[in-house]
């Protein structure tokens, strides 16, 4: 992941994060890896953009707590619970057609 980033900054409790253009993966599934990423060390932010060229890509916290699951963060602590939950919430948020 960290190859397709270009800068990350922090704007209040906003992480604003610039990908490189073209991205070799949907823009989607690069936003909800680093608001489950973001979310889960850093209790204080509570949104996430991320940008990619033109379009952007905005998480609440609220909407990837819900996307990770009942099992919420705690699911990440293994690194196939993670995996797991990461698909799930990628494919979560591509099938609900959010811009």
């Known amino acids: 992941m960290r ?3 270009q800068a990350v900054v922090l704007e209040g409790q906003q992480v604003r994060v610039t990908a490189r253009d073209p ?5 989607k599934a690069l936003a909800v ?6 979310f ?8 996430l953009l991320l940008t ?9 916290r609220e909407e990837v707590e819900r996307l990770v699951g009942p099992e919420g963060f705690a699911r990440l602590k293994d690194r196939e619970g993670a ?7 990628i494919q979560a948020y591509a099938a609900e057609g959010t811009p």
């Not at 890896?33 to 973001?38: G, K």
């Not at 995996?83 to 919430?89: D, I, K, Q, S």
């Open 3 to 5: 190859d397709l980033i």
């Open 23 to 27: 991205l070799p993966i949907e823009a």
């Open 33 to 38: 890896a680093a608001a489950i990423r973001v």
């Open 40 to 47: 889960d060390r850093y209790p204080v932010v509570d949104r």
């Open 52 to 60: 990619v060229g033109e379009d952007e890509v905005r998480l609440s």
């Open 83 to 89: 995996r797991e939950v990461l698909t799930r919430a």
